[in-house]
């Protein structure tokens, strides 16, 4: 099943979690210190809550869990081949899972990420994501070539 995902943070994960375990009538399907995913059937929706020390109320960023490897493959092919810079990150530990995805920005720099879910992990969220799609005019930069091999960018700003 596919869905779309809503990563928050939140100034305080610990009331946020009260208050969309009463939104939605669900409990989080997963928390670690400062953090908290709920697996939400209706509306099919993953909720991620980030608890950030510069405060919350903001977007942290969005997402569409697929099913497959494979699924996510193909997002990146149809993007790409939509003209779209995208970034690919293979087998990376993010959000206390082991996941491969793609990203791609929307026209104001909205971070989407299209994910499968590999493996459960221990570490803390660290980083947003590791690359960067470096869209043509983000810093003066061009798009990134399309072909099959993962991006590597460390920054483009």
């Known amino acids: 099943m596919s869905r779309v995902q809503l990563a928050l943070n939140v100034s305080d994960v610990e009331a946020a979690v009260a208050f969309y375990s009463s939104l939605f009538g669900v409990a989080p399907a997963k928390r670690r210190p400062g953090y908290a995913?709920?697996?939400i059937d209706e509306p099919p929706l993953k909720l991620v809550l980030i608890e950030s020390a510069a405060g919350g109320g903001t977007l942290n960023?969005?997402?569409v869990?697929?099913?497959t490897s494979d699924e996510v493959e193909a997002a990146s092919a149809r993007l790409t081949g939509l003209?779209?810079?995208t970034a690919?990150?293979?087998a990376v530990s993010c959000c206390y899972a082991v996941q491969d995805k793609v990203w791609v920005d929307d026209p104001d720099g909205a971070p989407w990420e299209v994910y499968t879910v590999l493996a459960d992990a221990e570490e803390p969220p660290g980083d947003l994501r590791s690359v960067d799609t470096c869209g043509?005019?983000?810093?003066?930069t061009s798009d990134l070539p399309a072909d099959?091999?993962?991006a590597t960018v460390a920054g483009c700003c």
């Open 61 to 63: 960023h969005l997402g």
């Open 83 to 85: 003209g779209l810079a």
């Open 136 to 140: 043509a005019g983000a810093c003066a």
């Open 148 to 150: 099959d091999s993962p």
């Open 37 to 39: 995913n709920f697996s």
């Open 65 to 67: 869990e697929v099913p």
């Open 88 to 90: 690919t990150e293979e």
